[in-house]
């Protein structure tokens, strides 16, 4: 049966390509981004700065309205600002943490009563290994991902019982515009266990099974998906 998926930050990268693997599996995807552009086949594109409160309560509604209640929510959108923390100014760090979480708990927010009220639904929140290893110039990112993970684990006590799940996929590396200018990309690549960057891919796989049933008693986790680069942390 199709779901209904909305996905944050579906024009490109990791959010492009969890967008085109639910298309492909049938189900009904909205995709917010910014521009407004997202892969061919999604129902509904909509036009979202997520860091907006009152854009994305709109945008959801929006959603609903037209496709019913969120089945799955993948809350994808995020931007980084790097900088040395004693020079980081007030507005990279806001800008970072807008996006990145004061974003995600407006997107979970609006479309928990649907999924509440359905008794049913995943959220999935893309987090980082940032907050989990220590990334120099990105204290506003990890402070923001790491964020993310309090948000799942709290909302997934919140509404456990109502049939929702609440999970962080933490990527690694992933070969996308975000990575494409990384500083020591390749002193860093040779850290990893399996010897590689990850693909696109490689995440919307998780985030499939994340929202399958496949996962239904899984819940308040975070999986790494990082070629071992962060395990045991
Ligand atoms: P990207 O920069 O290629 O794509 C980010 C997407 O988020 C774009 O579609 C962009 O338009 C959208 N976006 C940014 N600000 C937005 C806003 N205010 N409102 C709505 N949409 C907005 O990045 P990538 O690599 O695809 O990253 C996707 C997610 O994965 C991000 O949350 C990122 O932090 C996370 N991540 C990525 C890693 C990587 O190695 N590429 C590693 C760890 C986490």
Do not use: K
């Given at each position: 049966m199709s779901r209904h998926v909305i996905v944050t930050g579906?024009?490109?990268g990791i959010g492009a390509a969890i967008a085109q693997s639910f298309i492909d599996g049938g189900d009904t995807v909205v995709s917010f981004s910014r521009s407004g552009t997202a892969p061919e086949g999604c129902a509904t594109t909509l036009a979202v700065d997520v860091a907006e409160s009152e854009t994305v309560t709109a945008a959801v509604k929006t959603a609903i309205e037209a496709h019913?209640?969120?089945?799955v929510l993948v809350v994808n959108a995020g931007i980084t600002n790097d900088g040395l923390a004693m020079r980081m100014s007030d507005e990279q760090w806001r800008s970072v943490l807008s996006v990145n979480l004061d974003g995600a708990f407006y997107c979970a927010r609006a479309a928990l009563s649907s999924m509440i009220r359905n008794r049913k639904g995943s959220i999935i929140f893309i987090g980082s290994i940032s907050p989990f290893y220590g990334v120099p110039g990105q204290a506003n990112y990890a402070a923001a991902k790491a964020g993310l993970v309090g948000l799942a684990r709290s909302l997934a006590r919140e509404v456990a019982s109502r049939g929702i799940t609440v999970n962080v996929v933490a990527p690694g590396f992933i070969d996308t515009d975000m990575t494409?200018?990384?500083?020591?990309l390749e002193a860093m690549t040779s850290l990893i266990p399996m010897g590689r960057t990850g693909q696109v891919e490689d995440i919307a796989g998780v985030v499939q099974f994340l929202a399958s049933?496949?996962?239904?008693?899984?819940?308040g986790q975070v999986v790494a998906v990082d070629g071992g680069l962060a395990m045991g942390l």
């Open positions: 579906a024009s490109r019913g209640p969120v089945d494409s200018d990384v500083a020591g049933n496949h996962s239904r008693y899984l819940t």
